[in-house]
């Protein structure tokens, strides 16, 4: 068969070798955007984590404090004494 080599395929060895590399570059550059996007998005995430535990540390120590609950409770009375003035009060059933 003219035009085919000892394995039977038309392109050479240095051709098949030269087609396969193309596909692994190919394939190494979608890697490494994809990689680039993965790192950029655990920065994000990190960021939001710490942010996050700063909240929740803010949050534990106002909770700890009776100061700050009382001026939280008594902010939420207020609230309740002005909900009862504005609803209207069913009959107990």
Same mark, same amino acid.
């Given at each position: @068969?003219?035009?085919?080599?000892? &394995?039977?395929?038309?392109?050479?060895?240095? $051709?098949?070798? #030269?087609?396969? @590399?193309?596909?692994?570059?190919? $394939? !190494?550059?979608?890697?490494?955007? #994809? !990689?680039?996007?993965?790192?950029?998005?655990?920065?994000?995430?990190?960021?939001?984590?710490?942010?996050?535990?700063?909240? @929740?540390?803010?949050?534990?120590?106002?909770?700890?404090?009776?100061?700050?609950?009382?001026?939280?409770?008594?902010?939420? &009375?207020?609230?309740?004494?002005?909900?009862? $003035?504005?609803?209207?009060?069913?009959?107990?059933?």
């Amino acid at each position: @068969m003219p035009g085919t080599h000892e &394995n039977g395929s038309a392109d050479s060895r240095p $051709d098949r070798l #030269e087609g396969l @590399m193309a596909l692994l570059i190919e $394939d !190494h550059v979608r890697f490494r955007e #994809e !990689h680039k996007h993965l790192l950029t998005a655990q920065v994000v995430l990190t960021g939001r984590v710490d942010k996050l535990a700063i909240t @929740m540390d803010t949050a534990v120590i106002a909770i700890k404090e009776p100061e700050a609950q009382r001026h939280t409770d008594d902010r939420l &009375n207020a609230l309740i004494s002005v909900v009862d $003035d504005i609803v209207p009060h069913r009959p107990p059933q």
